[in-house]
Structure formats: C-alpha cells, structure tokens
C-alpha cells in the first residue's frame, strides 16, 4: 500500500477559525445563471457567478457528465445555499461577493499556463481566506 506522508501534499493549513473566513467557491462543473452566455466545448472561460444569485437561476451544461441532478438542485454541484447556511448559522464569517465557474475543456495546457493563472488572479483580489473546489 502506498503511504503518503502530510509534508508531501501540497496544501496551506488553515491557521483559523472557520468562524473567521471568507470563502470563495470555484467550480468546474460548469455552472452559469439564466441570462449569461452558457460555456461551449472547450470553453477556457470563467463565469463569475454573485454570492446572491438564487440557485434556482443556475444552470449547468450537459453533454459530459449527467447533470439532471444538479438542474433539480443545483446545490449538488455548486453549493452556494449550503455555504450561505453556513454563513447564517456563524459557522463562517462570510463569503466572496461572487464565485467562479469554469466548463470542461480538453485543452490542458492553456487551462494549466493561462487559465489557471487569470483565475488565481481573480482570487487574489476576492481575498478569500478559504475556497470551496467542486468538480463537474
């Protein structure tokens, strides 16, 4: 069995309480709302989704993965409701003013030298102290 050691996982510790966090959530399950423009194949886009949207405005596009639970909830791929319980209930300080969503591309190499660049840019000026990873 192979043993992973902690100091070999690329992470940064949380050196506070969740209590005390801005939280951002970034998806790749391509997730936009009724009336922007929905992701194509390929699409190397970014779509910033408002921490106010009502989730029942947002749609996922179909064709590479099932996304039939997602349009009865959307929730199930992109959790803004859950995070925002989160909010309510003083588990987490607060959230990003808005969210990023990506769809699926095939072209790695420009996800991995723009793309995810532009995104952690994005990031950065949100300050989030945490960001919530949901995959299509």
Request: charged residues 25%; proline residues 5%; aromatic residues 6%.
């Amino acid at each position: 069995m192979l043993e992973i050691s902690r100091s070999c996982i690329p992470y940064t510790p949380l050196r506070r309480d969740l209590k005390e966090c801005r939280i951002a959530l970034v998806s790749t399950s391509g997730a936009y709302v009724e009336g922007m423009e929905p992701f194509t194949d390929n699409d190397l886009s970014v779509r910033l989704i408002p921490a106010d949207t009502n989730t029942k405005k947002i749609r996922f596009v179909p064709g590479h993965f099932d996304t039939s639970k997602g349009a009865e909830d959307a929730n199930i791929m992109f959790p803004l409701d859950r995070l925002r319980e989160l909010v309510a209930l003083g588990e987490v300080r607060t959230l990003a003013d808005q969210h990023l969503s990506m769809g699926l591309t095939t072209e790695l190499r420009k996800l991995k030298e723009t793309v995810s660049w532009a995104i952690a840019e994005t990031l950065m000026k949100m300050r989030p102290d945490v960001v919530v990873l949901t995959g299509g």
